[in-house]
């Protein structure tokens, strides 16, 4: 789909649809007025005749509207004209419309949605989420199916309408960088969506190589042998029961100067988890597919920042092997050495991502990192405490969280702060080795930060657990490529930034 930004008036616009918003009760946002007057009323009559509600969400398709160019209009619903249009109405009326247009014939629309005045979002936020939006609702993965079963979209030029020549130039880096995160979360959507027979450690380390000659990335990938001459121990002991070999992914984006320090990404790689010798139950385990979606969104977004050539230096580390039971698969009891130094009495196979990610974090210490993010579906708790709405959040900097914090507020990919508080590590003490890999039931997400943080200590770091985020279940199932949004505006924010 291509985009392009214009300052336009909706009447002489030829497009196959000129999309503009209404509200309840019969209001009319300046396109519309515009479309309204030109046509002697017949917006007003259609929204008199009760056929379209105005409600956010709502569509109608208008076909030949008397006194225009364009060949259909598409209205779309705001809700209530009395209090300001917020930013999920806009995502809501956004969304709509591209469900919609996928519905037609049209193979170009012009979108006056993006001139409609928003608390507190300003014309670069409207384009960048047009564009995000626009992707993420045309999206389709039918690429193991025979036969696709939903016509492929028409839909090929898009274009956002700004509200004066000025905004413009002002909107079109957010349009690069919209169409960059797009780009990315649908990277990692389809990395996760893939089937785990297809997406093992391997082919998620293939497909990092292809990510890094697309961009002039610079990767690594550290196989077995390699990680247990570095010590790797909790890693490996993962990766035992398993007959696909585990891998440690690198790859290196130097955008920024050389002796700015990296932000580095750790992204969880579980491409499989069936809970080891602690095996699951059967009931949605196909689901632990996406126990890789932390890795996925990692990725996703190294290349949205790539594609716009981000002026930062950014390193991303993923640990990927599958979790599997076998005869030689590691048991509740084991004690294993991690990279750091420190033992760990793994009393629960399946809580098996705070073991790939320790040793990945320590890892990480060799990059003198500006700051850490780690990003896994850690903890069916976090599901329990947060939902599906926002991922968890826990650091042990409180200028990065605040920094995460209000990136996720920016790019409307909620994320909520847990403590981290010392009180709680008592819960992984081990009676053979220096910690435990569970901490019980009770706290269930900040205990796995917890053991995480035991192997951070050496820089600022976040974690965020995206057990609830990363996908969807039931007839939707499907990746939502989170948090790629929220990394990425959290890239372009320190980009933008002058730091050491
Ligand atoms: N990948 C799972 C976490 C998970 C479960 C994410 C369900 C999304 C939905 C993780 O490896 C895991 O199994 N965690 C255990 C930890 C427990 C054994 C301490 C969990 O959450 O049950
Ligand atoms: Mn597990
Ligand atoms: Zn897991």
């Not at 930013?87 to 809501?92: F, L, N, S, T």
């Not at 909790?234 to 700015?260: D, F, H, M, N």
């Not at 599901?383 to 605040?402: K, P």
């Amino acid at each position: 789909m291509k985009f392009s930004i214009k300052h336009m008036d909706p009447v002489k616009r030829r497009d196959a649809c000129v999309v503009a918003g209404v509200f309840e009760a019969g209001g009319l946002t300046e396109a519309a007025r515009a479309l309204d007057e030109a046509s002697g009323g017949y917006l007003s009559a259609i929204l008199r005749s009760g056929d379209m509600s105005g409600k956010t969400g709502s569509t109608v398709v208008l076909h030949d509207v008397p006194g225009t160019s364009c060949k259909r209009v598409l209205l779309a619903g705001l809700g209530k004209e009395e209090r300001a249009v917020e930013g999920k109405v806009y995502r809501d009326a956004v969304g709509a419309v591209f469900k919609a247009l996928q519905e037609t014939g049209t193979t170009e629309a012009a979108l006056f949605l993006t001139t409609v005045p928003i608390g507190n979002r300003d014309a670069a936020w409207k384009v960048s989420q047009a564009a995000i939006i626009a992707a993420e609702s045309t999206y389709r993965f039918d690429r193991l199916k025979t036969q696709q079963d939903a016509t492929p979209t028409r839909l090929r030029e898009v274009v956002l309408a700004a509200a004066s020549r000025a905004e413009v130039a002002e909107s079109r880096q957010a349009l690069q960088q919209g169409l960059a995160t797009a780009e990315g979360i649908s990277l990692a959507r389809d990395l996760g969506n893939l089937a785990p027979n297809i997406c093992t450690p391997t082919y998620l380390a293939e497909q990092a190589k292809a990510i890094a000659r697309n961009h002039r990335l610079k990767a690594a990938v550290v196989d077995e042998k390699a990680m247990e001459k570095l010590g790797m121990g909790a890693l490996l002991a993962v990766a035992r029961g398993s007959r696909q070999p585990a891998k440690l992914i690198v790859l290196e984006y130097w955008g920024g100067t050389k002796k700015q320090k990296p932000v580095v990404l750790v992204g969880k790689g579980v491409t499989f988890d069936t809970g080891g010798i602690s095996l699951k139950p059967a009931a949605e385990m196909d689901e632990m597919k996406y126990d890789m979606c932390g890795a996925a969104s990692v990725l996703g977004t190294l290349a949205a920042i790539a594609r716009i050539k981000l002026p930062l230096n950014v390193v991303c580390i993923i640990p990927t092997t599958e979790n599997m039971p076998g005869g030689n698969a590691t048991k509740p009891g084991d004690v294993v050495t991690s990279l750091s130094g420190q033992t760990i009495e793994i009393l629960n196979t399946d809580a098996e991502g705070r073991l790939i990610l320790c040793d990945a974090l320590t890892y990480a210490e060799r990059y003198d990192p500006a700051v850490v993010i780690d990003v896994a579906t850690l903890t069916g708790a976090c599901v329990i405490a947060l939902g599906h709405v926002a991922s968890g959040l826990l650091s042990n900097d409180e200028e990065l969280a605040t920094e995460l914090l209000q990136a996720s507020t920016q790019a409307a990919d909620p994320a909520w702060r847990l403590p981290l508080w010392d009180d709680y590590q008592e819960q992984l003490k081990s009676n053979f080795a220096d910690v435990a890999n569970i901490g019980g039931r009770a706290g269930g997400t900040i205990t796995a930060a917890c053991f995480l943080s035991r192997f951070t200590r050496k820089y600022r770091w976040a974690h965020l657990d995206i057990a609830g985020t990363a996908w969807k279940s039931g007839k939707e199932k499907g990746a939502t490529g989170r948090p790629v949004p929220l990394l990425t505006r959290f890239l372009i924010d320190r980009a933008g930034e002058d730091r050491p």
